[in-house]
């Protein structure tokens, strides 16, 4: 059984370019989580998605970032006109049954360059 | 504010020592803690969890302590390894919620 998969893995984007990381859950899972981590921080909650549904973007920048997680295929998490400070590297996680101590399941993360 | 914060920042033990890694919260509402073991380059490992009506629970090699009064948590490594070289992370939840408060991490290093 495959375990969570991100790609791509590492990503460098000019300032003002759109970032698009994919999030592939753990098989049977249909919740997926996004998280950033800055260097020598811990991670942030960002979203929280069901299939075909946002349940919480709470830690999520109102502007320029965007999720989803379709029917068919994997989640996104878009950043549009990228800025330096987006720099970071970007994990999801994925849960089967998505009750708050049900255990998450991290991907290797997408680190993301803004040059 | 949200915050989940860490003692310190690094740790260095002697193979085979015993680990304790500290961190406290600040949201009182909390009521589900976890630690999380990050190695470089991969995303973080759910270690062992306790709830808040507990405040001691075993693992294999692993202790978490949860002392509600003072808002502190801990986890222990019994006999650390080189491969427990890592950084740890506690974190926190209120179960009526979905999202989980991750503390800035500690770095251990196990000198063999």
């Known amino acids: 059984n495959a375990g969570v998969m991100q790609n791509p893995r590492h990503l460098v984007r000019r300032r003002g370019q759109e970032a698009r990381l994919r999030c592939s859950p753990m098989k049977g899972h249909s919740h997926v989580y996004w998280y950033r981590q800055l260097p020598e921080e811990g991670l942030k909650f960002m979203v929280y998605?069901?299939?075909?549904?946002?349940?919480?973007e709470s830690g999520m920048p109102k502007e320029r970032f965007s999720a989803e997680f379709p029917k068919e295929g994997p989640s996104i998490l878009r950043i549009q006109q990228v800025v330096r400070g987006d720099s970071a590297a970007y994990f999801c996680?994925?849960?089967?049954?998505?009750?708050?101590?049900?255990?998450?399941?991290f991907g290797p993360g997408t680190r993301l360059t803004v040059t | 504010g949200e915050s989940v914060g860490l003692h310190l920042p690094t740790l260095s033990v002697q193979e085979g020592d015993n680990s304790i890694i500290n961190c406290a919260y600040s949201n009182s509402a909390s009521d589900y803690f976890i630690w999380y073991k990050q190695e470089s380059g991969k995303g973080p490992q759910f270690i062992i969890d306790i709830r808040s009506n507990m405040d001691k629970r075993q693992g294999q090699r692993v202790t978490v302590l949860l002392n509600k009064t003072v808002k502190h948590l801990s986890l222990q490594i019994a006999a650390t390894q080189p491969g427990d070289s890592a950084v740890y992370f506690c974190?926190?939840?209120?179960?009526?919620?979905?999202?989980?408060?991750f503390g800035a991490g500690t770095r251990l290093f196990v000198k063999a």
């Open positions: 974190a926190e939840l209120y179960t009526g919620g979905f999202k989980t408060i």
């Open positions: 996680a994925s849960s089967q049954e998505g009750t708050p101590r049900d255990e998450q399941y």
């Open positions: 998605l069901q299939k075909e549904n946002i349940i919480d």
